[in-house]
């Protein structure tokens, strides 16, 4: 019995690995939350980009291990609509959307069902991934990625917040930048995944252009975070846009 009983042990200490990883990722977003509340708008976004970074790590961790399972992609969803739903949501609330009120009982409410707005567009994103998983092309992400709206949220607040703006003074352009990421999420617009070609035995390899861009943005991080992380998301969301249109625009000089 003594030389039987290690083996399922091992199992489940290497299972739980990258559930610790989600687990991080989900404490990050639950101590954005509480951060925003507390006027520590820094802290927060900072909170949101650790949480993503965990988010892209548990997943590569269960392929590594081979511990992939059902169990660990439903929590990885309930972790991402904290850490990418509420967090963001509730960040930019507290930092602009609240001020609102200040401009009548109207608008006030339209303070916080914007940050509603936001979250529950994370919901629908997240279920019509786990949904379509199966069968979309693993080039391209169907919607805004919520890990990229977080970013665009988080940067916006973290920018400003950095530059001495007042979320008083930007509540409408807020208002509009929380609004575009939610519906940019539940659009139908393609992203790149930049998970490779999606063709043949090297299907995960990506160009070398990729890399000197990833030395490039580490460079620019190091220099300054938030207006880096600011100009990389506003590009990435305004990407699938810019690609949708000039589709359009080839299809239809394409049209005799």
Known sequence: MSEIDPTPRRGRGIYLLPNLFTTGGLFAGFFAIIAASQGRFTAACLAIFV???LDGIDGRVARLTNTQSEFGVQYDSLADLISFGMAPAMVMYHW???????D?????KIGWLGAFLYAACAALRLARFNSQVATVDKRY???LASPAAAGLM???VWTCHELEFSGDDLRFVALGVTVVAALLMVSRIRYTSFKGSGRGPRSDRVPFVALVVAVGILIALWVDPPKTLLAASLLYALSGPVLWCLR????AGATP
Do not use: K, N, W, Y
């Open 154 to 156: 988080a940067s916006f």
């Open 141 to 143: 992400f169907v919607g």
């Open 96 to 102: 602009a959307l609240l001020s609102l009120r200040l």
């Open 51 to 53: 949480a993503a970074i």
């Open 248 to 251: 359009r625009r080839g299809g």
């Open 104 to 108: 009548g009982p109207t608008l006030g």
